[in-house]
């Protein structure tokens, strides 16, 4: 296939409108990993090990004819306190491949091709999916990482299960005639009682963010017997007077005690900002409120912004955009204006490769630690933000995207989304003045194919 052809297709696979592929399709082959598009950990108390890592898998070249969610037990993979996991003897002279997952998998379902956001409930009972292909929130449940969703009959026979009917409810959103309609992109959730809900109530919230840049809210139960479905309860924009060409959401993350979730958006300098209103008495009356957007003004033109997270040991003072103008790591101080009204306030800025994509921040060895991966240049960068400098650089790489740190086993999770790979990066040198390496990697590497005509 010619590069333009080849362009071509994976425009389509991308857009998801006008093209055929082809009809059917394979089922997934089990425990294969398929463009890993995003990953989260398990809730963990304290400094407790986080005990599963869910992975998210795109089909983004439509090989199968679903995408998957799959739940890794991590004691096993990692290990946890004095067991040693099946990592243990990897180092970085003699970094290991796992290609059999089979034996590290507890379960996985189908939940259809090209979702994109993924998150866990507080109480971790319930996964969140912000799916492109149904245009809706999807939801699984998880029990010690076995995932269980709706299925259709016959469907228990499949290699891999696959989910039927897993939307979030429109009942309330019926009642009130709130429609939902864009490109779900990214999605958030956290507990009611955290941001002025019920005490002791088990309720979540769940925003669902929409390329567009409106958001919506759902209300969920964890203690519910049955667990219903999620529910709609409002729609609103993040970013209202903004024009449409200057609007497209990449990420969504909650400052963590505030209620407020900060949207990334690669048409423009402004980040959304979105509050949540909560009703103790009724959570379903909660709404949402344009919680007044910030902009990154004066570093290059500050357009193209990829992620944003928050120092963990001081949120409420700190947090760390990822840009592409300039593809730097940005410092925000959140505790003062900017230079201008409506900007945000940068304190420096840390300079990344070519085509910054995600970030992750986390503690080790007691010290706030920033990782940026990016994707054209195939490495991560590592920032100390405790001493706001950075500190080493990571290869090893093929297309890193999405990552996630596991604070306790000091270890990073990437995804290698153009292998199809999971990589796990030791970060333990962090803690002696060395450098983290790339100590294992889960799955086999599978460059995307080559089509011929």
């Known amino acids: 296939m010619s590069p ?89 002279d003699e970094p290991c491949t796992f290609e059999d997952l089979s034996q590290v998998r507890l379960s996985e379902v189908g939940i259809g091709s090209h979702a ?17 292909a149904r245009q809706n929130l999807t939801f699984v449940n998880s029990t010690d990482g076995q995932l269980e969703c709706d299925q259709d009959d016959g469907e228990e026979s499949e290699p891999v299960p696959s989910c039927s009917d897993v939307d979030a409810g429109d009942a ?14 990214a999605v958030a959730t956290g507990s009611l009682a955290d941001i002025g809900g019920a ?73 959304g900002r979105i509050g949540i209103a909560v009703d103790p008495v009724a959570a379903d009356r909660s709404f949402l409120y344009d ?19 928050f120092d963990p040991a001081s949120p409420e003072e700190r947090a760390f955009a990822l840009t592409r103008r300039p593809e730097a790591v940005v410092e925000l101080d959140l505790t003062r204006m900017g230079l201008n009204a409506g900007d945000a306030a940068v304190d420096d800025l840390f300079d990344v490769g070519a085509g910054p994509s995600r970030l992750a921040v986390g503690t080790i060895g007691g010290r706030s630690y920033v990782l940026a991966s990016t994707f054209d240049n195939r490495k991560i960068y590592v920032i100390d933000a405790t001493a706001g ?21 000091e270890l990073a999770y990437v995804t290698d989304f153009s292998l199809s790979v999971i990589r796990i990066v030791d970060l333990s040198p962090l803690t002696t003045g060395g450098a983290p390496f790339i100590r294992a990697t889960l799955g086999k590497p599978t460059p995307i194919e080559t089509f011929t005509d």
Do not use: K
């Not at 309330?172 to 992109?185: C, F, K, N, Q, Y």
């Open 172 to 185: 309330i959103a019926m009642e009130r005639e709130i429609e939902l309609d864009g490109d779900p992109v």
């Open 199 to 271: 005490a002791g109530s088990d309720e979540s919230f769940v925003l669902l963010g929409l390329r567009d840049g409106n958001v919506a809210l759902f209300i969920d139960d964890e203690s519910a017997t049955a667990m219903e479905p999620p529910e709609l309860v409002h729609v609103t924009s993040a970013f209202p007077g903004l024009p449409a060409n200057q609007v497209s959401v990449v990420t969504l993350t909650m400052q963590p005690g505030t209620g407020i979730g900060w949207l990334t958006n690669a048409f423009s300098a402004t980040i």
């Open 389 to 409: 400098a950075p500190v080493a650089v990571v290869g090893g790489f093929s297309g890193p995207f999405e990552l996630v740190i596991d604070s306790a086993r």
């Open 116 to 132: 994109d956001g993924l998150a866990v409930s507080p109480g971790g009972r319930r996964i969140y999916i912000a799916s492109r």
């Open 291 to 309: 919680a007044g957007s910030v902009r990154l003004g004066g570093i290059d033109t500050g357009d193209d912004t990829r992620d944003l997270q």
């Open 4 to 92: 333009l052809g080849r362009a071509a297709w994976l425009a389509c696979a991308l857009s998801l409108s006008g093209c055929n592929l082809g009809e059917g399709g394979t089922d997934p082959t089990p425990a294969t990993l398929n463009f890993p598009i995003a990953l989260a950990l398990s809730p963990a108390e304290g400094d407790a090990a986080p005990q599963l890592l869910y992975v998210l898998n795109s089909n983004f070249d439509l090989r199968f004819n679903d995408g998957t969610l799959m739940a890794f037990d991590l004691d096993t993979i990692a290990g946890t306190g004095d067991n040693e996991g099946m990592i243990a003897d990897c180092t970085e």
